[in-house]
């Protein structure tokens, strides 16, 4: 065994990204690694928006050895198949952000290019009537994902929505049974080694103090260890994200539970809705340039579809991200590393991502900044390939109906999206890495949904007969409607999972 290795680690703040480093952890290391404490005030609140996720939260919750249906009991969730974006192109229109993959490819050649071939020839399908995510989500659908690849359900791709405050509290048991100690109180003072700088302690408001190797900063837009006390520094992306605000309010559901995200374009930015079990969230993402605090929350509260579970709640924001993720001693993960908008759902997935990076780049007391740097090469890139995702949906509208609007159909945008841009538009070709977090099914589903369509498509496409194409994506679209009558209503699963609650009770 190396000598050097880290012995302990304070985890600054809880609520899910607290807790989702610490069950992370506890899980990795299982009681024979470093001593990990976690300190948190209950004085303090947690933001508590990020009931929407992504897909790579199912392996990640498989890893931490939760069970799906109790994880579904434990925080409320729903399942969630995708996005729907009304208004967003222009009032009245709407498009669907599938998880998964739309269709197949076709001798070596994507999808995509097939059907714009066919839509040129006339076909006037729409390209996600080719997912099962997005007919299933339609159908009011869900079953849990056959594990059988060669299973038509397997190509269904899922995430969850649920009460964020719940799965901190769900990850917390799991973390306490790891051996996390966790410690409620206020961090008042963060002590800085006198020789190189780096943190030495932090002192709580009860005079006690907390001593480590090894801290991670879950202190929120505060950043409290990498901002106040380690000055890392941040990029502001104001420029290409100008929504700075969101009101935010849960309210009774209507019942149905929707296994999707609806995103809304309003006047000032977008409303979205969450349907849990037991309530549906709702936010007012605006920019507060053009609309205030007060009428934002009174357009919010005029939308909502049944009565408000308490009052709205604003939240202030700078969209961008810490220019140092991993500095001397101390980790950013959560809104401590940095903020983009909850547009596409990103936020607790970059909280997973990142726990899940530093494994890769675990340090020693040493502390190498090289480790550092590669981790914040990675997280970088993550952040940035993430940003121009959501800058696609501001740029490419043709509203011209608010300020808004007009300011982000003008914009100028960053010089990674404006090539991936000119590329699709050009020939409908991907500027796509495979280990990005958004796959070419979802950058082509939200660039035909936002009014982007190429000029031409690949040549290759050209080469079968058309009507062996047509038969082809007859079939493929005949298939998904085939599996997608098959699955289980989402009202049934749930019923299903809150059934096995009832009876572990009275076991």
């Not at 056959?146 to 901190?168: G, I, Q, T, V």
């Not at 995702?389 to 010089?415: N, S």
Request: charged share 20%; with cysteine; glycine share 8%.
């Amino acid at each position: 065994m190396q000598a050097d290795q880290i012995r302990s680690i304070v985890i600054a703040g809880g609520g899910t990204a607290g807790w989702v480093a610490a069950a992370t952890l506890a899980r990795v290391f299982r009681n024979t690694g470093p001593s990990i404490t976690l300190v948190e005030s209950s004085e303090i609140g947690t933001i508590g928006v990020g009931e929407s996720t992504i897909p790579p939260i199912v392996p990640f919750n498989r890893w931490l050895g939760l069970d799906e249906n109790q994880f579904v009991r434990e925080t409320n969730a729903t399942i969630k198949l995708g996005i729907e974006f009304p208004d967003w192109l222009r009032p009245g229109h709407n498009y669907f952000h599938p998880f998964g993959p739309v269709g197949a490819p076709l001798d070596m050649v994507a999808f995509h290019h097939f059907w714009l071939r066919r839509r040129q020839e006339g076909d006037d399908t729409a390209f996600t009537d080719y997912s099962l995510n997005a007919i299933a989500a339609r159908m009011g659908r869900s079953a849990q994902p056959a594990r059988d690849p060669h299973n038509p359900n397997a190509r269904l791709a899922h995430a969850y929505h649920f009460d964020a405050s719940l799965y901190a509290a769900y990850l917390r048991r799991q973390a306490e049974k790891g051996g996390v100690k966790r410690i409620d109180g206020k961090i008042s003072e963060v002590k800085l080694r006198g020789e190189d700088g780096f943190i030495q302690s932090l002192t709580l408001a009860d005079g006690n103090s907390l001593e480590a190797d090894f801290f991670i900063d879950c202190t929120g837009f505060r950043g409290l260890l990498i901002e106040g006390a380690l000055k890392a520094g941040y990029e502001d992306w104001r420029h290409w994200l100008p929504c700075d605000r969101a009101v935010a309010v849960p309210c009774t559901g209507d019942g149905q539970f929707q296994p999707y995200t609806r995103a809304t374009a309003r006047e000032a930015g977008w409303q979205w809705r969450i349907p849990l079990q037991h309530r549906t969230g709702n936010g007012y993402v605006y920019c507060s340039r053009h609309i205030s605090d007060d009428q934002a929350s009174a357009d919010l509260m005029s939308r909502l579809e049944g009565p408000a579970q308490g009052e709205p709640r604003v939240l202030r924001f700078t969209t961008g991200r810490r220019r140092k993720f991993f500095h001397k001693n101390c980790l950013a993960l959560g809104l401590a590393a940095g903020f983009i908008e909850p547009l596409e759902s990103t936020s607790i997935h970059f909280i997973q991502s990142g726990i899940s990076r530093l494994m890769g780049c675990f340090p020693h007391r040493g502390f190498d900044p090289r480790g550092a740097a590669e981790y914040d090469r990675l997280t970088i890139q993550e952040y940035e390939q993430t940003r121009d995702f959501i800058v696609l949906h501001y740029k490419a509208t043709t509203r011209q109906d608010t300020p808004l609007w007009r300011e982000c159909g003008a914009m100028a945008i960053p010089d990674s999206l404006a090539y991936r841009l000119e590329q699709f538009r050009s020939a409908g070709r991907l500027v796509v890495n495979s280990d990005e977090l958004f796959t070419p099914a979802s950058w082509v589903a939200v660039a035909l949904g936002q009014g982007i369509v190429p000029e031409r498509y690949d040549p290759l496409a050209d080469l079968p007969e058309s009507k062996v194409v047509a038969d082809q994506l007859a079939n493929l679209r005949q298939m998904a409607d085939r599996v997608a009558q098959s699955l289980t209503t989402h009202r049934d699963f749930l019923a299903a999972a809150n059934r096995q609650q009832a009876s572990a009770r009275t076991a």
